[in-house]
Structure formats: structure tokens, C-alpha cells
């Protein structure tokens, strides 16, 4: 049965259809099923990029057959879909969803996934290609991949394929991240191993590599000749929610900084590599990690700020404190803001500092890369009334508004020599449309065709938890003493803004 609209056509993209494959969901019950999974299926299906011959099989502890699945997963699709929802292409694809129940450390659990898969080959025409979605708590991860592996459902032969995406957190720490590393190994080649960012599947972030290697005006330019500093904001304007009994043990540092951010400086400030196979990426990626210098004890102290949000306003509702919040501890010392000065030793980059920041209950939700270019000589308007130049700078959001700017200055019309910024500004939906997505459709169809470009090696992994290693041990020896320090709905703690000052900068305005 074809993955097909009967409505209205939908604009191909380039891509073609992806392989013949079995998606098994462990966690399937979960939020992340719901809300992004299988939405971003669906608007795969919806683009023609799904293969006829695909099928997907949830497995979680709760008690449902394949009915029942097909029934809660298809009001949830109805709740969670993107972009409209079309009956007759959800019952298209529903026809392809399987269900298996049991704990997931449970050996006849594998054993009925091993008849189901073989059964959907069969009657289906998967060709043996799965892969595994472990939309699970932490903790199974490897717990899981040991299981397949004992079940001879991760062994590649015949030209099938086996593969197996994971969320993040890759570990809590350097020591945590390497046993994971390990455990995987031990059961899977590294190219089976898709440890996902959901981050990498926006537009923008995609769109790092080609606005700097396809255009001859900017990376001439993009090195410590021309570049002054560059800031990265991650930004919230929310508080932790219902994730407290998770944020409390992790912290925004862990929570954001060894995975997101990082991601985003190693696309950033990485070499041109010598092609876009996934492998010379992801080589450019790593080598700028690692080239990140580790910070002294003295130095953890000079350049990062942690901070924890006390009572505020946000969005013109009263906001309650951190230690308030459901399943926090009440004289909790995590952290939900924290900033850093990072500096890369190499060539290319030395002496620019890398500021990052990124926090809950900000006043803003705001994702963006911003290059403050150095000024210009000044000599030229010595003898005119401009008094002092604009410095030009150009912003890459990511989120919720995805596009590009650059600042650069102009002469105001009139007699006098005035001078005034202007800003290009770029707008993804303003130009090429608006296609409403969950973030994970690129992710899903890369993994379908083996396109592992967007997803983090191990070495990445273990180099950004080797930056971040004695940051958590600095401040785990010198707990916060002045916690909550910044009033939900600021910027965070005054301290942030001292971290910039010392160094004769500040931090971008973004506006309301």
C-alpha cells in the first residue's frame, strides 16, 4: 500500500523516497512519540519521502494490542499534526504501525520483536533494514542495545542494514559518556550509531555549512583577522515545568551546553571540510572541539557565570521561583542559567573569545549566532561629525524566527556626514514558504538513507564532556552561594553581564 496523498499534491522535494525499512519505537507510549515521532512521519509520508515498503513498531510497558496502538497514536496525530491532517493519508500510514508489549529488559520482549520484524518482511517487503528509535529514559539505552545484540537484531548481513538512534543525554559526565561509548561499541560498529540533536534538523542550523562554504564574500573573512567576538544565545522563556525531578539532577550546563551549543560552535568555527560525506563533517567538527582550550580551576572561576531564577514576571504572569517548582528540592543549587567565555587554539581562531549563553525564564525564546565583526579604521572620518563607527555584524536565528541579518553601516541622507545602522535581513518562511515541522524529518530521513552527517560521533561526544569536566568539577566544590541570583523574566544574573564587561564588550540587545 503507497505512503500517498489522495488530496491535494504536494510539492516534491529533491530527495527521493527512503529505503525499505522497519522503524521499532522503544518508548513508544512516551511524549516524544506523540508529539514529535510520529508527526514528523507523518509529514514524511505527506512529502512522498517514505518508502511504500515501511512499517513502524512501537514497543513500551503498556498493555495494548495493535488496534488499540493504531487508535492512540492516530488521536494523537490528529492533536500534535504540524501542518493540517489529512484522514485518508493517516489511514494510509496507520495500516504500517505495529505494537509489541513488555519491559524493555525482558528477553521474550525481544524474541516477539524478532518474529514481528520477520513477519513485516514477509508480508511488507522491508528487505531486513530496521532501525531503532530509543525514545527511552537514559538509563536503558544500553540496557537495550545489549538485548538487540544478544537477539542477532543489530548483525548486518546479506546488504540489510541495522541501525540505532539515540537521544541525548550522551552520558551525565566525561566518565559516563565514555561507559556509553563503550557499552555501544561493544555491540555496534560506529556507523550504526546515530546520537541525535534535534537541533541539527533546523533549516538554519543546516544552513550554517552552506551560507559559509558556498558563498565567496564571507568565509574569506571569517577568521581572527576580521572577527571580534562571537556570541551564542540559547534562550527560554519558560521554567522547567514538569521536568523538575530530571532538571534538578542535570542542570543547565549538562542539560545544554556539551550538546546544543557545542554543536552549534563546532558548525560555527570548524574548517571547510574536504567534501559533505558524513565522516570529513563530522572529522572538522570533532578537530573543533577538541581544539577548545579546558579551563584551569582559576579560570572556570574568571569566565562562567551559573545562575538560578528566582521569582519574576515573565510574559505579564507572575512566574515562581526555581526551588518552588514541582519535584526541586527546596534549597536546590542547580543551575538554570549559565554563561561562558570559551576560547578555540587554533589558527584560525586565536585570541576570539566564544560567549555563551543560555538559561529558562529568560524573556525571551530565542536561538541565535551572532558575529560581531572589528571596526573599521577610523581615520578616514577624522574631520567629519561621525563620531564613532558601526560596527558590523551578522545573526544567525535558529529559532523562533529562522533567518539571517547583517548590520552594516550607511550614510543618512542630508548635508551632513552621518551615519546610521542598517540591517539585511533574511527570513526563511518570508522567502521560500513555511513548512511546519517537528525538527526531526531531516533526522528521521537521513538515518532511512544512512546519512549520518547531523549526528555526533563518539569522539564528538567525548571531546565536549572533556570541555565541560572541570567546569562541573569547579562548581561542585564550591556550591552557589547566592542562589536564586536573577529574577525570572532578565537576562539572568548581573554576574553575565560582568563576564562580557571585563573583556570591553557586552552582551547583543535582543529585542522583545
Known amino acids: 500500500m503507497s505512503l500517498?496523498?489522495?488530496?491535494?499534491?504536494?510539492?516534491?522535494?529533491?530527495?527521493?523516497?527512503?529505503?525499505?525499512?522497519?522503524?521499532?519505537?522503544?518508548?513508544?507510549?512516551?511524549?516524544?512519540?506523540?508529539?514529535?515521532?510520529?508527526?514528523?512521519?507523518?509529514?514524511?509520508?505527506?512529502?512522498?519521502?517514505?518508502?511504500?515498503?515501511?512499517?513502524?513498531i512501537g514497543v513500551a510497558r503498556r498493555e495494548m494490542s495493535t488496534e488499540e496502538f493504531r487508535e492512540k497514536i492516530g488521536q494523537d496525530a490528529r492533536e500534535y499534526a504540524t501542518d493540517g491532517f489529512d484522514p485518508k493519508l493517516w489511514e494510509q500510514l496507520s495500516s504500517h504501525l505495529h505494537y509489541v508489549c513488555g519491559n524493555f529488559d525482558d528477553d521474550l520482549v525481544y524474541q516477539q520483536l524478532q518474529e514481528r520484524l520477520g513477519k513485516i518482511d514477509a508480508e511488507q517487503g522491508t528487505r531486513g533494514n530496521y532501525f531503532y528509535y530509543l525514545a527511552t529514559a537514559p538509563e536503558y539505552f544500553s540496557p537495550i542495545v545489549q538485548k538487540l545484540h544478544a537477539a542477532g537484531l543489530?548483525?548486518?548481513?546479506?546488504?540489510?542494514?541495522?541501525?540505532?538512534?539515540?537521544?541525548?543525554?550522551?552520558?551525565?559526565?566525561?566518565?559516563?559518556?565514555?561507559?556509553?561509548?563503550?557499552?555501544?561499541?561493544?555491540?555496534?560498529?560506529?556507523?550504526?550509531i546515530y546520537r541525535i540533536d534535534h537541533y541539527l534538523g533546523k533549516e538554519t542550523v543546516q544552513n550554517i555549512l552552506v551560507?559559509?562554504?558556498?558563498?565567496?564574500?564571507?568565509?574569506?573573512?571569517?577568521?581572527?583577522?576580521?572577527?571580534?567576538?562571537?556570541?551564542i544565545t540559547v534562550a527560554e522563556n519558560i521554567g522547567v515545568e514538569q521536568r523538575g525531578g530530571y532538571y534538578d539532577a542535570a542542570g543547565a550546563l549538562r542539560d545544554m551546553v556539551p550538546n546544543h551549543i557545542f554543536q552549534l560552535i563546532s558548525l560555527t568555527a570548524m574548517e571547510p571540510p574536504i567534501s559533505f560525506e558524513a565522516d570529513a563533517v563530522r572529522d572538522e567538527q570533532s578537530k573543533i572541539l577538541r581544539a577548545i582550550q579546558p579551563m584551569t580551576a582559576e579560570?572556570?572561576?574568571?569566565?562562567?557565570?551559573?545562575?538560578?531564577?528566582?521569582?519574576?514576571?515573565?510574559?505579564?504572569?507572575?512566574?515562581?521561583?526555581?526551588?518552588?517548582?514541582?519535584?526541586?528540592?527546596?534549597?536546590?543549587?542547580?543551575?538554570?542559567?549559565?554563561?561562558?567565555?570559551?576560547?578555540?587554539?587554533?589558527?584560525?581562531?586565536?585570541?576570539?573569545?566564544?560567549?555563551l549563553r543560555t538559561g529558562k525564564y529568560?524573556?525571551?525564546?530565542?536561538?541565535?549566532?551572532?558575529?560581531?565583526?572589528?571596526?573599521?579604521?577610523?581615520?578616514?572620518?577624522?574631520?567629519?561629525?561621525?563620531?564613532?563607527?558601526?560596527?558590523?555584524?551578522?545573526?544567525?536565528?535558529?529559532?523562533?524566527?529562522?533567518?539571517?541579518?547583517?548590520?552594516?553601516?550607511?550614510?543618512?541622507?542630508?548635508?551632513?556626514?552621518?551615519?546610521g545602522p542598517v540591517d539585511m535581513d533574511f527570513k526563511y518562511a518570508e522567502t521560500f514558504g513555511s513548512k511546519p515541522s517537528t525538527g526531526y524529518e531531516r533526522l528521521l530521513y537521513d538515518c532511512m538513507t544512512g546519512d549520518a552527517t547531523l549526528f555526533q560521533r563518539a569522539d564528538m561526544v567525548e571531546a565536549a564532556w572533556s570541555v565541560v569536566a572541570?567546569?562541573?568539577?569547579?562548581?561542585?566544590?564550591?556550591?552557589?552561594?547566592?542562589?536564586?541570583?536573577?529574577?525570572?523574566?532578565?537576562?539572568?544574573?548581573?554576574e553575565a553581564d560582568d563576564l562580557m564587561e571585563r573583556d570591553g564588550r557586552h552582551w547583543r540587545s535582543i529585542e522583545e
Open 470 to 494: 572541570p567546569i562541573l568539577d569547579v562548581w561542585k566544590a564550591l556550591p552557589a552561594r547566592y542562589f536564586p541570583n536573577y529574577a525570572a523574566g532578565t537576562w539572568g544574573p548581573k
Open 362 to 419: 529568560l524573556p525571551k525564546r530565542v536561538t541565535e549566532i551572532a558575529i560581531q565583526f572589528k571596526k573599521a579604521p577610523f581615520m578616514l572620518f577624522r574631520k567629519t561629525p561621525i563620531d564613532r563607527l558601526t560596527t558590523n555584524r551578522l545573526v544567525i536565528r535558529l529559532q523562533p524566527d529562522e533567518g539571517i541579518a547583517l548590520r552594516f553601516g550607511a550614510k543618512v541622507p542630508g548635508p551632513l556626514m552621518r551615519l
Open 154 to 192: 543489530t548483525q548486518e548481513k546479506n546488504g540489510q542494514w541495522r541501525r540505532v538512534i539515540i537521544e541525548k543525554p550522551f552520558g551525565t559526565s566525561l566518565d559516563s559518556a565514555r561507559a556509553l561509548n563503550r557499552d555501544l561499541g561493544a555491540c555496534l560498529k560506529e556507523p550504526q
Open 4 to 56: 500517498e496523498s489522495d488530496c491535494d499534491p504536494v510539492e516534491r522535494k529533491a530527495g527521493e523516497p527512503a529505503n525499505p525499512c522497519v522503524m521499532v519505537i522503544f518508548g513508544a507510549a512516551g511524549d516524544l512519540t506523540k508529539r514529535k515521532l510520529i508527526p514528523a512521519l507523518y509529514n514524511l509520508a505527506k512529502e512522498k519521502l517514505l518508502s511504500p515498503d515501511f512499517a513502524v
Open 211 to 231: 551560507f559559509r562554504f558556498s558563498n565567496g564574500i564571507f568565509e574569506p573573512i571569517w577568521n581572527r583577522r576580521y572577527i571580534d567576538h562571537v556570541q
Open 299 to 355: 579560570e572556570v572561576l574568571r569566565r562562567t557565570v551559573r545562575g538560578q531564577y528566582g521569582e519574576g514576571m515573565v510574559k505579564g504572569k507572575r512566574a515562581t521561583g526555581y526551588r518552588s517548582e514541582v519535584k526541586v528540592a527546596p534549597d536546590s543549587f542547580t543551575e538554570t542559567f549559565v554563561a561562558l567565555k570559551v576560547m578555540i587554539d587554533n589558527w584560525r581562531w586565536s585570541d576570539v573569545p566564544f560567549y
